[in-house]
């Protein structure tokens, strides 16, 4: 079955840090990617996308995102980090193929301390 | 924007009733999706739309639950004879209905408490 995992499940940065968030597919086809993420109190946005092309996919917010098929990866970054970026990260996988259904990860809440 | 829209925010019931929760997708936007999200994890996809159509369907709709578009335009989700083991964010999501994948766009949720 596919899997999508986020190995960091919290992750605490002062301001100006940079971010790295780690997240890997199982399944081998043709994948659609992305990051989602969830502000306290709001619903889930998105935040970048991945369908083909330029493996390395930048966002809204300063975010970018590369897509490594060999590894079957797609890590989410940043160079330096806001407060306002305390959320939660969701990384999501669509197999493609005619299918529409998205398979998410389990999150990664981000804590960044001013 | 009106983004989507669900009602309602919050469900509390008592096991072994009947709930239902609407979703109203962003206007113009043919599919529509269900997912169901617990403490500590992502949206699990539950059911998705093509119009008035149910394309896609998880293992994890059991026979209790049942969606609904009979208009391609609003959803309606139910569960009949709720158990414990229900209680979760309920997400409705949308996204235009051309071409291939498309981004989904999120309401905030139903989110289901069972007593």
């Known amino acids: 079955a596919q899997s999508v995992s986020q190995h960091n499940h919290h992750v605490i940065l002062s301001e100006a840090a940079s971010l790295e968030l780690g997240c890997n597919y199982s399944y081998g086809g043709t994948v659609n990617l992305f990051w989602y993420v969830q502000y306290p109190g709001q619903h889930l946005q998105l935040l970048l996308k991945?369908?083909?092309?330029?493996?390395l996919v930048k966002g809204i917010k300063g975010f970018e995102a590369e897509f490594i098929k060999s590894k079957f990866s797609f890590n989410l970054r940043k160079p330096s980090v806001q407060w306002s970026d305390t959320a939660e990260y969701f990384c999501?996988?669509?197999?493609?193929?005619?299918?529409?259904?998205?398979?998410f990860g389990t999150g990664t809440r981000l804590l960044v301390s001013p | 924007d009106t983004g989507v829209s669900q009602d309602p925010r919050h469900k509390i019931t008592k096991r072994g009733q009947n709930v239902t929760f609407r979703c109203d997708p962003i206007?113009?936007?043919?599919?529509l999706y269900w997912y169901r999200q617990t403490l500590g994890q992502g949206p699990e996809f539950l059911t998705y739309?093509?119009?008035?159509?149910?394309?896609?369907k998880s293992r994890l709709l059991s026979d209790r639950f049942s969606a609904e578009r009979p208009k391609g335009s609003f959803s309606t989700l139910e569960i009949q004879r709720t158990e414990q083991g229900d209680s979760a964010m309920y997400l409705c999501?949308?996204?235009?209905?051309?071409?291939?994948?498309?981004?989904?766009?999120f309401g905030d949720g139903t989110r289901l408490s069972i007593l």
């Open positions: 991945y369908f083909s092309g330029d493996p």
């Open positions: 206007s113009e936007h043919n599919r």
């Open positions: 999501a949308s996204s235009p209905g051309t071409g291939g994948v498309q981004p989904q766009h």
């Open positions: 999501a996988v669509n197999r493609g193929s005619g299918f529409q259904k998205l398979v």
């Open positions: 739309f093509q119009n008035e159509a149910q394309l896609e």
